[in-house]
């Protein structure tokens, strides 16, 4: 099965966190998961949570590294089925 | 759509997005920006190529020459095909080609008195890349009296010089109260240019003016930066408002635009004295 042909009800059993906001990049490669990532951070406000879905494996290590590159902090990183990813980053810096 | 960007322009911009102190606020401020080019030759080629490919929102284009083969060593925006064409035209077609997100608007006119004000009211930013003193004093006068940054350049032969005035922080005028007498300095036609040159003083014009709209940075202001492309140096030199400046001194004589022509010692059709291009 295609990354972006698995059902969105597949995103599931992610451990319970105060997470202000998600988005589900499946289906989006690098470098566009962390700058989607990024452009997301930069709407949110300093010690919010943001969770990204990802299912592109190389994602999976580039986000949270360039994430934490640009000063944010890595919370988790888990994998919630198959084919996808769940990165809970807080915001921790401004833009 | 993702955050008011699409797909398109998250990749288009993603290498400029994900610089420090830019990501999407900053695009956001270059998409919404609006630029004004005085002329669209050696110098305005590189600006109009880097800041619509930058994604500045408009760009104004001001030239009232049409394309000639001459041009075309240094004037990049511009090719044979164009040749004839006016060059706000050529330069319009370029910019879509380059980048589809730009608004293009044309002025193929020469500035004046006259119409300057009306025209540099609609930009936050001035790009001064005209081939005549005339129009330098102009654009400079109009600029300060308007509340506008002019991003100010030149060359000539093998060198070139760029600054930024902004008003209140030194104009033209606080560096050369006046022009050159008529004939004294060669145009680029007898005395020549380096193609390249253009191309490094017209870049650093384009970074400048994507400075200020992102506010980063330290800008080219009260710092005259001159550059020498056969020893490969550069020279920065500082100036600063000068209190007897006869337009942003202390009590300034020039209070509204004058005639540039008169006060340039040229007559319309005969200013080509310039050593800028």
């Keep these: 099965m295609r990354p972006n042909e698995v059902p969105q009800e597949n995103i599931e059993n992610v451990e319970l966190m105060n997470v202000d906001k998600e988005i589900n990049l499946k289906g989006e490669v690098c470098p566009y998961t962390f700058i989607k990532s990024l452009l997301t951070l930069e709407e949110m406000e300093i010690g919010q949570v943001l969770r990204v879905i990802v299912d592109y494996l190389p994602s999976v290590e580039n986000v949270p590294r360039s994430l934490k590159n640009e000063r944010h902090e890595i919370l988790e990183v888990l994998q919630i089925n198959d084919t996808d990813w769940a990165i809970t980053i807080r915001k921790l810096a401004w833009d | ?277």
Aim: net charge negative.
């Design chain 2, 1 to 277: 759509m993702f955050l008011g960007f699409t797909d398109e322009q998250i990749r288009r911009y993603s290498r400029q997005i994900v610089l420090p102190n830019v990501g999407g606020k900053g695009q956001r401020k270059l998409l919404e920006a609006k630029v004004l080019l005085v002329g669209a030759g050696g110098l305005g080629s590189p600006v109009a190529t880097y800041l619509a490919a930058a994604g500045v929102g408009r760009l104004g284009i001001c030239d009232s020459d049409s394309v000639d083969l001459s041009n075309l060593h240094r004037q990049i925006l511009h090719h044979t095909h164009n040749i004839g064409t006016p060059k706000v035209v050529s330069a319009a077609e370029a910019i879509a080609d380059i980048n589809p997100d730009v608004e293009v608007v044309q002025y193929p006119l020469r500035l004046t008195s006259e119409n300057i004000m009306d025209i540099i009211i609609d930009y936050d930013i001035v790009v001064e890349g005209s081939d005549n003193f005339p129009t330098k004093y102009l654009v400079n006068d109009a600029c300060f009296l308007a509340g506008k940054p002019n991003v100010h350049a030149g060359i000539f032969r093998f060198e070139g010089q760029v600054t930024v005035f902004k008003p209140d922080k030194g104009c033209l005028r606080c560096i050369w109260p006046a022009p050159p007498p008529p004939g004294m300095v060669p145009n680029c036609q007898e005395a020549g240019v380096l193609g390249a040159l253009a191309g490094v003083i017209g870049s650093i014009q384009s970074v400048e003016v994507i400075k200020f709209i992102l506010g980063l940075g330290e800008p080219l202001v009260g710092k005259l930066l001159l550059f020498d492309a056969l020893k490969m140096e550069f020279h920065r030199v500082m100036f600063e408002q000068r209190s007897n400046c006869a337009l942003c001194g202390i009590n300034p004589t020039i209070k509204e635009l004058i005639d540039y022509e008169r006060f340039c010692g040229v007559s319309s059709g005969n200013n080509q004295i310039s050593p800028s291009y």
